[in-house]
């Protein structure tokens, strides 16, 4: 059973231009959280999502930040018209349907630079 | 304040030491308490976790939980090389995983 999967690794965008981040949970698993990792700082929570379904996004920045989670195909997180500030690592986590949400698998991560 | 107070280290100590790793916080909603490892360039995976107070052990580790002084700590016994990694506690009021709040990370690194 893979793991969960982020791709792009590393991705560099210009300031102003839009990052796409993509993550495949795992099979079987109908949860996915984003969570930011700046240095120095601890994960923060940024948005919990189902299939076709945001359910908190209480930590997304209100501009330029969104998620989606479609029936079909990876769970996508939209940074547009990135800014320096938004250079940090980005982690998916997904959990199974019929279990405590605490166990939650971690992808490898997104470390988006931002030129 | 934070929610969560962890000490970054960096914390160094000699194969087959016992390692003590501890968080603070100031939610005394909190009752899930979770310990992370992180390697360098990887996603977080879960180690312990405990609900409310008391203690939890898998083999060489042992997670505390002191819900009065909000204290909880993750101790290692006969510590390997391998062990090296950062170290991430997180907390939650409940267990449906999308209000934890992580600590900082303890870097830890356990010298052969």
């Known amino acids: 059973n893979a793991g969960v999967m982020q791709n792009p690794r590393h991705l560099v965008r210009r300031r102003g231009q839009e990052a796409r981040l993509r993550c495949s949970p795992m099979?079987?698993?109908?949860?996915v959280y984003w969570y930011r990792q700046l240095p120095e700082e601890g994960l923060k929570f940024m948005v919990y999502?189902?299939?076709?379904?945001?359910?908190?996004e209480s930590g997304m920045p209100k501009e330029r930040f969104s998620a989606e989670f479609p029936k079909e195909g990876p769970s996508i997180l939209r940074i547009q018209q990135v800014v320096r500030g938004d250079s940090a690592a980005y982690f998916c986590?997904?959990?199974?349907?019929?279990?405590?949400?605490?166990?939650?698998?971690f992808g490898p991560g997104t470390r988006l630079t931002v030129t | 304040q934070k929610e969560v107070e962890q000490d970054p280290g960096p914390l160094s100590v000699p194969e087959g030491a016992i390692v003590s790793l501890n968080c603070t916080y100031s939610?005394?909603?909190?009752?899930?308490f979770m310990w992370y490892r992180q390697y360098s360039r990887k996603g977080p995976e879960l180690l312990m976790y405990?609900?409310?107070?008391g203690n939890k052990e898998d083999g060489r580790f042992t997670a505390q939980v002191d819900k009065s002084s909000k204290y909880i700590s993750l101790f290692i016994r006969d510590s390997q090389p391998s062990d090296s990694a950062t170290y991430l506690c997180?907390?939650?009021?409940?267990?449906?995983?999308?209000?934890?709040?992580f600590g900082t990370g303890t870097s830890l690194t356990v010298i052969p």
């Open positions: 405990t609900y409310s107070s």
């Open positions: 939610n005394s909603a909190f009752q899930y």
């Open positions: 099979k079987g698993h109908s949860h």
């Open positions: 997180a907390m939650s009021v409940s267990n449906t995983g999308n209000q934890f709040y």
């Open positions: 986590a997904s959990s199974p349907p019929d279990r405590f949400r605490y166990e939650q698998y």
């Open positions: 999502l189902q299939k076709e379904n945001i359910i908190d």
